[in-house]
């Protein structure tokens, strides 16, 4: 089994930064991917970004050329948020897929983007 915790969130202003970092801890032969959604208030969670075992990122359109998913050999996972703008607030939640497809959530972490 697998443990997630994600650090990071926060207030920043629009055009501002924020690094969000997911430490993981278990299992850590059993990940495949390693993921971040995000839930704004009154709207379903939606993935952002994704890195699989090869190092490959994916990112939702929305946050292409603004954000960077990255991790280390141990799967902690950081998100580099810039350019943030208040579309960007959200409850961000860390996500490690297992290799048989079973999924664990972090606690999620605040950011708000607002002047």
């Known amino acids: 089994q697998v443990q997630l915790v994600e650090s990071g969130g926060g207030l920043v202003q629009p055009g501002g930064s924020l690094r969000l970092s997911c430490a993981v801890s278990?299992?850590?032969?059993?990940?495949?991917?390693m993921a971040w959604y995000r839930q704004a208030p009154g709207k379903q969670r939606d993935l952002v970004a994704s890195i699989a075992q090869s190092g490959r990122p994916n990112y939702v359109d929305s946050v292409k050329g603004r954000f960077t998913i990255s991790r280390d050999d141990a799967w902690n996972t950081v998100l580099q948020m810039s350019s943030l703008t208040p579309e960007d607030t959200a409850v961000y939640y860390c996500?490690?897929?297992?290799?048989?497809?079973?999924?664990?959530w972090g606690q999620g972490t605040q950011v708000t983007v607002s002047s």
């Open positions: 278990g299992r850590l032969s059993s990940i495949a991917t």
């Open positions: 996500m490690a897929v297992a290799l048989g497809g079973r999924r664990t």
